[in-house]
């Protein structure tokens, strides 16, 4: 993350399709490319009918940064929607990963919401980005008619080098 940046948004536009995702994506990697907006890292769920759990992708290309690892996505993704699933018995483990997301400025609440409405036959897109640049993709999908909903927490710039230190892409 550059230095003197705006302060970073992460965002998960959930959709009630499990191709809605894909579609903004793919909307996102347009802007990034007839406009000039920037994002720093993208990931990508999508729960389809009948399976038992999401299958998630990191989106590392030209058009979506990648400035952290799969790792950072990784446990994001666990404390979403494999912790909660494992009962009382890893609520300590729990606790931990909260704690430790919290510090970057993702909270319990936003896993939360992300995991009521990211469930079977649905999908998120979640980018971390500045939030100018996701008004922008906000404005191009809701132009387009598409029906999502946005569930966002703001970095500071502490929270921000934090996340770089602990999970920044070689």
């Known amino acids: 993350?550059?230095?003197?940046?705006?302060?970073?948004?992460?965002?998960?536009?959930?959709f009630d399709t499990p191709g809605g995702s894909g579609q903004m994506l793919a909307l996102a990697r347009q802007l990034v490319t007839e406009a000039s907006i920037r994002i720093e890292d993208a990931a990508e769920v999508v729960w389809l009918?009948?399976?038992?759990?999401?299958?998630?992708?990191?989106?590392?290309?030209?058009?979506?940064?990648g400035v952290l690892?799969?790792?950072?996505?990784?446990?994001?993704?666990g404390l979403i929607f494999i912790v909660?699933?494992?009962?009382?018995?890893?609520?300590?483990?729990?606790?931990?990963?909260?704690?430790?997301?919290?510090?970057?400025?993702?909270?319990?609440?936003?896993?939360?919401?992300v995991s009521e409405k990211v469930t079977e036959?649905?999908?998120?897109?979640?980018?971390?980005?500045?939030?100018s640049v996701v008004d922008r993709v906000a404005e191009a999908a809701r132009q387009k008619g598409w029906a999502f909903e946005i569930i966002s927490t703001n970095l500071s710039t502490e929270q921000e080098t934090q996340l770089q230190q602990d999970f920044g892409a070689a």
Do not use: H
């Open 1 to 14: 993350m550059e230095a003197g940046m705006t302060a970073l948004t992460i965002v998960a536009f959930t």
């Open 49 to 65: 009918q009948g399976e038992e759990r999401p299958r998630t992708r990191q989106v590392n290309d030209d058009t979506c940064g």
């Open 121 to 131: 036959g649905t999908s998120a897109l979640f980018l971390m980005a500045s939030s």
């Open 69 to 77: 690892g799969a790792a950072f996505w990784g446990m994001l993704f």
């Open 84 to 113: 909660p699933c494992l009962g009382m018995a890893f609520g300590a483990a729990l606790g931990a990963l909260a704690g430790k997301f919290s510090t970057y400025g993702i909270d319990r609440r936003f896993a939360k919401s």
